[in-house]
């Protein structure tokens, strides 16, 4: 879905998940600011950070400062997918740090999928999201042995992922004839400058004073003081 015409704004790039901006710019500030939390950078970890800490305590005074234009950066450029999985393949989790540690972290990773799906529909973002697997797919026969070992792998620390023979492959993608077998994961996808900007709203509905074009260009450690172009923000905690 998109938003209506009279509700596009000019004042931003145009990218491929956001091809008209969807709201105007959070003003830079103007002077110096106190604050009880201060987070540098508008991106998913630090909205989602802003967010969950008024949640948990409305009453903080939480500022957040992006340097660009939400929904612009690296976390609204991404390809959308919301998958499982931290760090290297789960064989080497496994032989280098051990199965708890490798359960733990997969387990992590879907939960993680799950907050994100519980915050769209908590915050009603309009994201486009939508649940789809992801497939990790062989094109060689030893990758094809490797991605058989993976899968029983992970039976073993006691998750569903299946694999996938050529038939079942065939029946999803006819023309996939190069594909030996695949392991398929949970996943959703979804628009991730949509995702920055209903993660914004939401922050701003609850408090959060945000300002964007504002640059940090230097952070006193002795004091906690964040330097910008029109003044300091200085966090209490």
């Known amino acids: 879905s998109v938003a209506p015409f009279h509700e596009r704004r000019v004042d931003a790039p145009s990218t491929v998940w956001l091809p008209f901006p969807l709201d105007e710019a959070a003003p830079a500030p103007s002077g110096d600011i106190t604050c009880e939390v201060a987070i540098v950078g508008g991106g998913l970890t630090g909205l989602s950070t802003a967010l969950h800490l008024k949640m948990v305590e409305p009453r903080l005074d939480v500022v957040l400062l992006e340097a660009g234009r939400i929904g612009y950066g690296a976390s609204g450029l991404n390809s959308g997918q919301c998958a499982p999985r931290i760090g ?103 628009n991730p400058g949509r995702l920055c900007i209903g993660l914004k709203r939401a922050a701003l509905e609850r408090g959060v004073r945000i300002f964007e074009n504002t640059r940090v260009s230097r952070f006193a450690r002795d004091t906690g003081t964040l330097h910008v172009r029109a003044g300091s923000i200085n966090a209490s905690r």
């Open 88 to 190: 290297p393949a789960i064989e080497r989790q496994v032989r280098s740090l051990g199965p708890d540690f490798a359960h733990a972290a997969y387990a992590y990773s879907l939960d993680a999928v799950e907050l994100t799906a519980s915050l769209v529909n908590t915050c009603a973002i309009d994201c486009d999201m939508h649940a789809a697997g992801q497939w990790q797919v062989a094109l060689r026969d030893v990758d094809a042995v490797a991605l058989e070992r993976r899968a029983a792998i992970y039976r073993a620390l006691g998750f569903d992922v299946p694999l996938l023979g050529a038939d079942a492959i065939r029946a999803s993608l006819p023309d996939s004839r190069r594909i030996c077998n695949a392991i398929a994961f949970p996943a959703r996808l979804l």
